[in-house]
T-cell receptor
Framework: DAGITQSPRHKVTETGTPVTLRCHQTENHRYMYWYRQDPGHGLRLIHY???????DKGEVSDGYSVSRSKTEDFLLTLESATSSQTSVYFCAISPMTGPNYGYTFGSGTRLTVV | GQQLNQSPQSMFIQEGEDVSMNCTSS?????WLWYKQDPGEGPVLLIALYKAGELTSNGRLTAQFGITRKDSFLNISASIPSDVGIYFC???????????FGTGTRLKVLA
């Protein structure tokens, strides 16, 4: 496997509570990404990181924040979870950006907000 | 924002049949990637395409980078039950480093 793990794999939380998802990689890749996957929408980029403490927003970043204090860890936080954030969340890594590098994905975190 | 239209959305086929799916857009792409996702897992890269007209194979899978750079095609020959899953295309927009994903084609193979 590519050395990328997500935790937890499953979580149920209540509306209004904060939630943090963790992505851990052992590949020393520079770039890390958080996507959410919903039926009919495919994979949509939430936030990404291009280095320690360097992050930027994706297309669906509202209600989410991220942090990257170490190369190997990229955290996604839902400040106050809402039902619309029920989804499957995938972390991805790549060594570089540019035309010759695709992403390697983790196994996902299924989040249910009740 | 930019969109990738992937079709068909789903398909049932008989084992042994060939399968074709495609992604189209009004935007121009530098790179096309094709992924497969099994239930409960993340997408896994199948094929990467880097220039217009390129045709690349990976076993029974063949993908092509459209000559207009606005589309890509994936073919699976002689399908088998383990081909079941969701297939995603992803395109890297010209002038950016970001990939846009299609909505997926769900493939079901009937033995």
């Amino acid at each position: 496997d590519a050395g990328i793990t997500q935790s937890p794999r499953h979580k149920v939380t209540e509306t209004g509570t904060p939630v943090t998802l963790r992505c851990h990689q052992t590949e020393n890749h520079r770039y890390m990404y958080w996507y959410r996957q919903d039926p009919g929408h495919g994979l949509r980029l939430i936030h990404y990181s291009y280095g320690v403490k360097d992050t930027d927003k994706g297309e669906v970043s509202d209600g989410y924040s991220v942090s990257r204090s170490k190369t190997e860890d990229f955290l996604l936080t839902l400040e106050s979870a809402t039902s619309s954030q029920t989804s499957v969340y995938f972390c991805a890594i790549s060594p570089m950006t540019g035309p010759n590098y695709g992403y390697t994905f983790g196994s996902g975190t299924r989040l249910t907000v009740v | 924002g930019q969109q990738l239209n992937q079709s068909p959305q789903s398909m049932f086929i008989q084992e042994g049949e060939d399968v074709s799916m495609n992604c189209t857009s009004s935007s121009i792409f530098n790179t096309w990637l094709w992924y497969k996702q099994d239930p409960g897992e993340g997408p896994v890269l199948l094929i990467a395409l880097y220039k217009a007209g390129e045709l690349t194979s990976n076993g029974r899978l063949t993908a092509q980078f459209g000559i207009t750079r606005k589309d890509s095609f994936l073919n699976i020959s002689a399908s088998i039950p383990s081909d079941v899953g969701i297939y995603f295309c992803a395109g890297q927009l010209e002038g950016t480093y970001k990939y846009i994903f299609g909505t997926g084609t769900r493939l079901k193979v009937l033995a």
